[in-house]
Each structure stands twice: as C-alpha cells, then as structure tokens.
C-alpha cells in the first residue's frame, strides 16, 4: 500500500514523474546514490523515531548523523528508533522504503538543516525500489512538515 500511496500523492499533484522506480535496491544511503547516480550526501534519508507512542520521522542528509545532545535539546527526550519490525505499524511504509510522504496518521515530520545546501534530493518511495526525486520546496509541500530543526552531525564538518 505504501508505495501506491506515494505514486498517488504525486500523481494527483501532476508529478508522477517524480517517482523513480528501479530494480536496483535502494534500502540504503549507498545503494540509493549508486541506484540514482549521485553523491550519498544528495540522498534525503528518513529516519523514524518514537517519542512515547507517537512516531516522529526526521529527513536528514545522507551524510548526516543525529547528534543525540541535539535531538534531546530539541525534542526533550533520548532518540529511540523505531524498531524495524514495528516501522511499517508506525510509518505506513516498510523499512528501506520509509519516506515522508503519504505516512499515516499523526506522524510528525521534520526536515533537518543537512538538507538545505541542495536543491535536490532523493527521498525513499514507499518500498526499496522506489525513490522520489525533489526539489526542497516540493519536500517541504509534500511532506506537510512540522519545521526545520538541527540534530544533525558530521554533515557540514
């Protein structure tokens, strides 16, 4: 179903072509960028998180970490991830395919300052063979974000 709901978001925008399917695996940072051809720093990945039972996904450069002194300043909690056989429960979209687009309900979303050096990134698709190639307005569009924060690390050493 996750997949067919990112196809469906963009589609009913005028931007299917924004969804890239592939036979390749892009489960991964590395995988992605070899997938797509660009540099792993370009992929947007997203990370899911728990904050009591509530699901928080945060959109991060490929190259970037989450600082934990950070995130904890930002959200007044340690980051615990998802586990991954809980993430499809939370998120709506399987592990390797989790993205910020067409989540279920009351995920919160927010997109890291890692992001704002490109005017393109590739986010997952819904499945591990589909990426969804945008600009960072049509992210922050998409997404129905919540802000831009910094929790980040090693990104911008």
Not at 40 to 68: C, E, W, Y
Not at 106 to 113: C, G
Not at 121 to 141: A, M, R, S, W
Request: net charge negative.
């Amino acid at each position: 179903m996750s997949v067919e709901s990112v196809r469906k978001l963009f589609s009913d925008a005028g931007l299917e072509d924004l969804v890239l399917y592939s036979e390749i695996v892009s489960d991964t940072v590395e995988n992605a960028a070899a997938m797509i051809g660009c540099e792993p720093r370009q992929i947007a990945k997203t990370m899911s998180f728990l904050q009591g039972d509530a699901a928080v996904v945060i959109v991060a450069s490929g190259d970037a970490k989450i600082d934990n002194g950070k995130y904890k300043a930002e959200f007044g909690t340690k980051a615990r991830m998802i586990p991954h056989d809980e993430a499809e429960h939370y998120t709506g979209h399987l592990p390797g395919g989790i993205c910020p687009f067409a989540l279920r309900e009351n995920v919160s979303v927010f997109l890291d300052e890692s992001l704002k050096r490109f005017d393109v990134v590739y986010t997952g698709g819904g499945d591990e063979h589909n990426t969804v190639k945008v600009t960072i307005p049509q992210l922050e569009q998409y997404s129905c974000y919540q802000k831009w924060i910094d929790v980040c690390k090693n990104w911008n050493d």
